[in-house]
């Protein structure tokens, strides 16, 4: 039961890494695209 339990925990937190990853380069994208505009706008 143990064994399940902490299994099921790894899952868990495998998961939620990988969703904060995305989460992350999804809003890195986002600052490199407001800083491109900014430059095109400079330009």
Do not use: H, P, W, Y
Not at 18 to 41: H, I
């Amino acid at each position: 039961m143990k064994k399940a339990i902490a299994l099921s925990f790894a899952l868990l937190m495998t998961a939620g890494a990988l969703a904060g990853c995305n989460t992350m380069q999804g809003a890195g994208e986002d600052v490199e695209r407001g800083g491109q505009a900014v430059q095109d706008a400079a330009e």
